[in-house]
């Protein structure tokens, strides 16, 4: 739902603020609506990917497709590196060029001010969703509206000032740092995606509530290792704990239970996790499981 939301607010203000820039003379609203073509684009991707990612784990993907929201991301930034590219050197041409500053249409300065509103609530929605699902392509959406609203202000601002401080050239200066922040912003949505695709651990705090839970776990004497990566929407975690050497292995296997439901019932967005247990007796042993379905047959 969230992408379609994104997918048709976003193409109404693509249209809305590419024609009325256009018509109005103002390079900085032209700019801006790069922004939401951008939004397009990763509305998009979002549906693509949130359905791709749900897909349950098969023999071919038995880690899931979770990574086919960081590879859309990093296919976003990509592009948009070299539109931007083409429009900064579009934007120094102009801006060398002194006959071609004029004051924009008024006009402008209204649609300018119905972009920052419309985005403002988008952040929020989009903000408010990405937390609930944990998606990177949805937190990258959200942010994306946050640097949509930030832009409109600065064209609104620019157009003010092209009208009433006699500085026509400062609508191209905006288009100039709108084009400059979404190269940054590719950038750092490339960034990002990498480090997803790298099989980047969770944030610490994600990992310290985790250990904090499973030490909570009556029989888990102590946690040997801990180790997490983002996949897509999930948490994966793999764990040793230590158990008193005194217990069978059924019992053994029974605290490895409690500590599974203990971490899914406490900690949001876990994917799967394997749990070895230990003593100074026992060597480890794998209880593995895998958002409640039974364990693959190569973890058995």
Request: proline letters at 3%; glycine letters at 8%; charged letters at 20%.
């Amino acid at each position: 739902m969230v992408g379609w939301i994104g997918l048709f607010t976003n193409l109404v203000l693509l249209i809305l603020k590419g024609f009325v820039g256009i018509i109005a003379g103002s390079q900085a609203l032209v700019a801006d609506a790069m922004y939401s073509a951008k939004d397009v684009v990763s509305s998009i991707l979002v549906i693509i990917g949130l359905k791709v990612s749900n897909q349950p784990l098969d023999r071919e993907h038995p880690y899931g497709h979770g990574k086919i929201e960081f590879i859309l991301s990093m296919v976003i930034s990509v592009v948009f590196l070299v539109v931007t590219a083409f429009l900064f050197v579009h934007a120094i041409q102009i801006l060398m060029n002194g006959d071609e500053h004029k004051a924009p249409h008024m006009i402008a300065l209204w649609t300018a001010l119905i972009s920052v509103s419309v985005n403002v609530v988008m952040y929020y929605y989009t903000r408010c969703v990405s937390i609930e699902v944990n998606s990177p392509m949805v937190r990258t959406l959200s942010h994306h509206h946050y640097a949509d609203a930030t832009s409109s202000v600065a064209v609104a601002i620019g157009i003010i000032g092209a009208h009433y401080l006699g500085m026509p050239w400062i609508d191209t200066m905006v288009a100039l740092f709108e084009i400059v922040h979404l190269m940054y912003l590719g950038g750092d949505v490339f960034k990002e995606s990498y480090k997803g695709l790298m099989d980047r651990s969770a944030p610490e705090a994600v990992r310290e509530k985790i250990d904090s839970v499973v030490r909570k776990v009556d029989g888990v004497r102590d946690v040997d290792e801990l180790r997490t990566r983002l996949v897509g929407q999930e948490i994966w975690v793999d764990l040793i704990i230590q158990v008193d050497p005194g217990l069978t292995v059924e019992q053994a296997t029974e605290i490895s239970d409690g500590v599974i439901e203990r971490l899914s019932a406490r900690v949001p967005h876990i994917g799967s996790v394997q749990v070895k247990f230990t003593s100074h007796e026992i060597e480890h042993i794998d209880h593995s499981l895998e958002h409640g379905q039974p364990p693959l047959a190569d973890n058995a």
